[in-house]
């Protein structure tokens, strides 16, 4: 049988040190354990092996002008980690950490996230060191139409999805996918996701991430005999995820008592107001300081702080970025008596963190699953967008609901069939694996 160490050490001989990637590994093939006792196909044929090489990895450089006439230079990255279910589909991240590991990472966590989505979407991933905090519009719209005149080569509707992630919003999709369309003269809609509504995107897409991790939080609790209502929520970060999951948290009788950025951390047991935080966030690229001061009230901002230790929260949603939350964070929430933590961005538990979570037996939900909504809204954008179709509001979330709740059981269920009951990161990862191997193994030796 294959073990951990062989497939670690099958990857860092082949790579290097690439720490999240081995990192993400590590967590999906511990989580195999008991499927690969049942069933012994699986660790056979090198599947696991042919699983964490990806079918093809772009990197290229990214050259353009910025205000003052000075030539810059970055990288771009684009991973099309696997096939067997769709096209590659996931985002671009536009952070200064980017880099092989971190895109690495995300790519191999979208296959299987992709995979509990049901629907017909492989996994990729892909961005730039590119930061656009700080950089005007121009300097944005110019680096985003250098990025596509190489990228646009590898992507199309039925080939390669991409859509945004963190730095990569409304607007840089919009530069993206006008320099794509300019390049192949063609309105090719379904090429990019999140895209602007009058010209190809799904309503409730940018709600989608946010909404869906709340709705699957809904399960656990309801499976539970539970409810959001009455609930103290600590939510970190301040983008589009934490945005709508703050909205719809709310809306189910929640009350969201933090969110928070690089630079610190908002309290305020009042709850946060959600209008104004788009305001400051999405409109005047703020920062959550801005939010604090204008708000005033009750709310507190905390300089350097992270929000887990501003108060005692029955549900912890963290919405930042990977490793956000560690061993000593979840000490923090456990004392506080925090009941359950799912994932709004990726891998934003370490896995000492996970741990002391699951020992504490605390509700945890990996982002493959919690996190699904974004791209699960994503592909349903791409069927619109074949069917030269508009769906309603109401129409997309109620089918994103459905989603979740899909997942939601098919992760309980998966988990019970190997022996984990209620481990929804076990039954997450062999839920989606399942998928992805199933499919592997029927399309043959590639
Ligand atoms: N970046 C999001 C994720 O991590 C969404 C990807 C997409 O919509 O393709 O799943």
């Known amino acids: ?79 099309e980690f696997n096939s ?34 049901g629907q017909m979407i492989g996994g990729g991933k892909g961005g730039s060191d590119f930061d656009p905090h700080g950089k005007s ?7 985003c139409q250098a990025f596509m005149t190489e990228l646009h080569r590898h992507i199309g509707a039925l080939t390669d999805v991409p859509a945004g992630d963190i730095g990569v919003g409304g607007r840089e999709i919009g530069y993206l996918y006008g320099q ?25 897409r940018t709600e989608a991430t946010g909404y869906g991790l709340v709705m699957f939080a809904r399960e656990m609790l309801a499976a539970k005999g539970d409810s959001l209502d009455g609930k103290k929520v600590a939510i970190s970060g301040s983008g589009n995820v934490a945005i709508y999951a703050a909205q719809k948290a709310q809306a189910l009788g929640a009350t969201v008592v933090t969110v928070s950025d690089s630079a610190g951390a908002v309290y305020d047991p ?52 990977q490793n956000e939350l560690d061993e000593a964070d979840m000490a923090t929430l456990i004392q506080g008596g925090v009941k359950l933590v799912a994932e709004g961005a990726n891998m934003p538990l ?34 619109q967008n074949a069917g030269f179709a508009k769906w309603s509001f109401e129409e997309v979330e109620g089918k ?3 989603i979740m709740r899909d997942i939601h059981s098919a992760s309980l269920e998966a988990a019970d069939a190997v ?8 039954g997450a990862n062999v839920a989606g694996f399942i998928k992805v191997a199933d499919a592997m193994l029927a399309q043959g030796v590639m």
């Not at 040190?17 to 993400?24: D, G, M, N, T």
């Not at 370490?350 to 994503?378: F, M, Q, R």
Request: contains cysteine.
């Open 400 to 402: 994103l609901d459905q």
């Open 180 to 204: 794509y369309k300019r390049i192949v003269n063609r309105f090719e809609a379904g090429v990019l996701t999140g895209k602007g509504l009058d010209w190809g995107g799904s309503l409730a």
């Open 84 to 117: 067997a279910l769709g096209p590659y589909k996931g985002g671009l991240r536009f952070h200064p950490s980017v880099n092989l590991s971190v895109v690495k990472f995300l790519g191999f966590e979208q296959i299987f996230k992709n995979a509990l989505t």
């Open 270 to 321: 009042a709850g946060i107001d959600v209008e104004l935080l788009k305001q400051v966030k999405e409109v005047e690229r703020g920062r959550v300081l801005d939010y604090a001061q204008r708000l005033g009230g009750s709310a507190q901002y905390l300089e350097g702080a992270r929000p887990w230790g501003a108060a005692d929260v029955d549900v912890a949603l963290p919405c930042a970025t």
């Open 1 to 79: 049988m294959i073990i951990r160490e062989e497939i670690i050490a099958g990857i860092e001989r082949r790579n290097g040190s690439q720490p999240e990637f081995v990192q993400a590994v590590g967590e999906v093939v511990d989580s195999l354990g008991g499927l690969l006792a049942k069933r012994p196909e699986y660790a056979d044929g090198a599947l696991l092996e042919r699983m964490v090489e990806p079918e093809r990895q772009i990197m290229f450089r990214v050259a353009w002008v910025d205000d003052a006439g000075q030539v810059q230079v970055n990288r771009g990255y684009r991973i």
């Open 350 to 383: 370490t896995n000492e963190a996970i741990d002391a979570a699951k020992a504490a037996g605390v509700l945890y939900a990996p982002g493959k699953a919690a996190n699904a909504g974004g791209v699960a809204t994503s592909a349903l954008e791409m069927a």
């Open 419 to 426: 022996g984990a009951p209620g481990d929804y990161q076990v």
């Open 137 to 143: 519009d121009a300097e944005v719209m110019r680096f």
